[in-house]
Each structure stands twice: as C-alpha cells, then as structure tokens.
C-alpha cells in the first residue's frame, strides 16, 4: 500500500536543515543527536531519510537532524555543491549519510572529515559508497575512492543494471548478530552492487543475488555480493563502529526488514544493541511514506523547503 507523504509548514526559518530539539519517546535515548546527511540524485534520500528520522526520533527518543542539498532556499537533490547546516556534526553523536557525487566547498566538506575523524558512529547507504566526485585534478579527488574504502568498508565499483532487482539472505556466519534480529530474507527493488573491494575489517552481515527484472520471482545472475556489513573505521581521534549497506532504492524502504535492518544498523553503531529485542524493533512508519520515484533529473518533488518536512509527530 503506497502511503501519502503528507507535508506541513513549520515556523522554523533554518536553511538546509530540518531540526528538532526536543527529542520524545525512550529518555535514555533523549540525549543522543543523529544527524542524516542527504543529497543524492536518482534515489529520494531526502524523502527516505527523513522517514527513518522520524522512527528514531517519535518512537525511540533520539534527537535528530536532517540537512539536505539545497538551491534557493528549496531541497534540489540535483545542486551538487552545496549542503548547508552541516556545522550541526560538530555536537552530533552519530552521522547518517546518504548523498551521491557530492562537490562540497571546502568549508562544508571540512564538517564531514572531522566528524569521520571523530571516532563517533556513522552509517551510510547506497551511495555513500561514492559520496564525493571532486575528478582527477582536484586537491580533494582521494576523496572519491580512497575516502569511502576506508571510512565505510566499500569505494563505487559498478553495479547490475537499474532494470533488475536483488534477493536479499542472511550472511549465515553472522545470523546471531543484533543487527540481524527479526529481519528475514527479503526482495529488495535495488539493483546489486559489486562488492569485490570489501575492506578486511568489515563484516558481512547480508548477502543479495541479482535477479532479472524489478519484481521477485525472477532468474538469479552474476556472483552473490554482500549488501550489508559492520566496520570498524580507525580515525585519527578513535574508532568509529559503521554500519552500511548498498540497498536504498525508495520502494525497498516499503519493505519491514529494510527500515528494521536500517534502525538497529544504527542502533548498533551507536552501542545500543542491548536495546534490540530478539524479534527484531518496531520498524512501523510513523507518518507518511510515499517517494517520488527513482531516477534523474527533475524526478523529485518541487519547491519543498526542508522545514516543510515533519519530523515530530506523536504516534
């Protein structure tokens, strides 16, 4: 069932971000800043972001921000050098990305680098794994591959196909492990990414098969690929617990197991797996999700300012 995202004018004059300061739900949690960082082009991280925000926040009690690509005071997932409020990572306890070939100025990007540097938790999807594209003549181009191998565990590499799809399974090896509590193999609307570079410090934890065509039931090709993983990043001032995965598409987050897998890889990064219950955490929408589609261009919704984006809203 496609749910409606409903949209409500706020009174908040901040550019590029949407904040909120009075975190609800779980007090032990209340005190815990997230921060998702979104800009992609092709996959509504700025409408599946804020969804996974607005679980965190309303029913688990995080504080939580969300900054977005921004033109003229209006999201443009397509603006690719600019993402303004990111000097919020500098209190935050864990950073969320999401973004594809980013170009940041200097002063942005310089709040990204010192949060990877931070030793504090991180998560990234899908993109991530190409978050930069500074090119080859730039000061900043380590940026585009070196940078995400080490930071996340996985630099872009190339992937199956935009028209097939993945089956998602269980790492078996890691079948126990809190993250993996109440999630079950799933079909995921993502199509595969190579994952041959795997950093030896990451762990597996889902494995996924491409398959021809975007519904399921279709034939399996090429090698399985590990779709999700733990890592541990050594920065300069500590380690950093990661939690990532290449799945991201919109629809995939209709799906239970992708937001469950998506809060408690969160949870776990930030040393909270002893409040993820064997059955798994309430994954359930609060709100209402219903993303433009996948693809380039103009495909994202027009003329919406990030505080137009509820994030607290009572269950």
Known sequence: MIIKLILLLSLSTTIGCQCE????????????HIVFVTGDEEYRSEESMPMLARILKNRYGFDVTVVYAISDEFIDPNRLDNIPGLEVLAEADMMVMFTRFRKLPDHQLQHILDFAESGKPMAGFRTATHTFQYGEDHLNH????????????LPWISHHGGENSTDVTIYEENSSHPILRGINPFHARSWLYHATTLHERSEPLLTGRAVEGAEPGGEHFGDPQTVAWLHNYQGNNGTSRVFFTTLGHPEDFYNQNMRR????????????????????LDADIIGEYDPNPAGFGEQFKPDLRPESIQIDIEE
């Open 261 to 280: 897998l998506s809060i408690q890889g969160i949870f776990w990064a930030m040393g909270l797996e002893d409040q993820i219950p064997e059955s798994g």
């Open 142 to 153: 380590h940026l585009d591959f070196d940078w995400p191998q080490e930071v996340f565990g």
């Open 21 to 32: 300061t009075e975190p609800s739900g779980d007090a032990s949690n209340s005190s815990k």
